[in-house]
């Protein structure tokens, strides 16, 4: 499995506190099953962010530490971009990493933002260029009160990312189910902050879709989509 949204990034957001951290989260996602993980770091425009730079030598420092203890997990870098005022000129300047440098960019928005504002943001960042991914989209209230929303939203050329512990529990599980079964979604990630709380656990949630939806289907949300990500081609 590969997981687009992970923080598994230390000493940059509410993710991995330091390199310790950042192992153990390794350790469990490759127990869990996961064999790539794209590392995505918030960035908001109204709140200090690490540069790139700096962002990619923490990414090495865990790529060698996960390599001298054999844990078999390529990493890659991204962004969760929060959208606001600002974000496509951050893009543009170089100062938000796409996923792996490719154009596809993992956004996220408040959760009670009104749908307009999110249509017209997905317009404005197809017309630069980028291919946005909606980042745990089961959360946005526009959208559970009209799932029509993420048609539209998919229509347009944008993808749909939902976190692996909605599926299973909580107060996303019914909606997020929904999603799947009208085959909504396109990707299926952890969203994982630590090692302790909101960790990177998708075994049960893997094993839950494959009793429930056709194999190619998840197969293809596990990781068919997101190897699109790593080699830049649109789905």
């Not at 499995?1 to 598994?8: A, E, G, K, L, P």
């Not at 770091?41 to 923490?58: A, G, K, V």
């Not at 197969?219 to 080699?231: P, W």
Request: proline letters at 4%; hydrophobic letters at 35%.
């Amino acid at each position: 499995m590969i997981d687009i949204h992970n923080h598994i990034l230390y000493g940059t957001d509410d993710g991995a506190a330091d390199l310790q951290e950042a192992v153990e989260m390794a350790q469990i996602a490759c127990r869990e099953g996961i064999t790539a993980i794209v590392a995505t770091p918030h960035f908001r425009i109204d709140r200090h962010n690490d540069s790139p730079e700096t962002l990619r030598t923490r990414l090495e420092e865990i790529r060698q530490a996960v390599k001298k203890l054999g844990i078999p997990l390529t990493l890659y870098l991204g962004h969760e971009l929060y959208y606001g005022d600002g974000a496509e000129e951050a893009l543009e300047e170089h100062r938000v990493c796409t996923m792996h440098g490719s154009a596809f960019i993992l956004v996220e928005f408040s959760p009670d933002e009104e749908y307009t504002y999110i249509r017209n943001a997905v317009d404005h960042l197809m017309g630069l260029g980028y291919l946005p991914i909606i980042a745990h989209a089961e959360r946005y209230r526009c959208m559970v009160n009209n799932p029509g929303y993420l048609w539209e939203l998919r229509n347009m050329g944008s993808k749909i990312q939902i976190n692996a512990a909605s599926v299973i529990s909580g107060p996303f599980r019914r909606f997020t189910r929904r999603l799947l079964d009208e085959e909504l979604v396109d990707y299926l990630a952890t969203d994982a902050h630590g090692s302790r709380e909101r960790k990177p656990e998708m075994k049960r949630c893997r094993a839950y879709l494959y009793r429930k939806y056709r194999r190619p289907y998840v197969d293809a949300i596990l990781v068919k989509n997101a190897g699109h990500i790593v080699k830049d081609k649109s789905l």
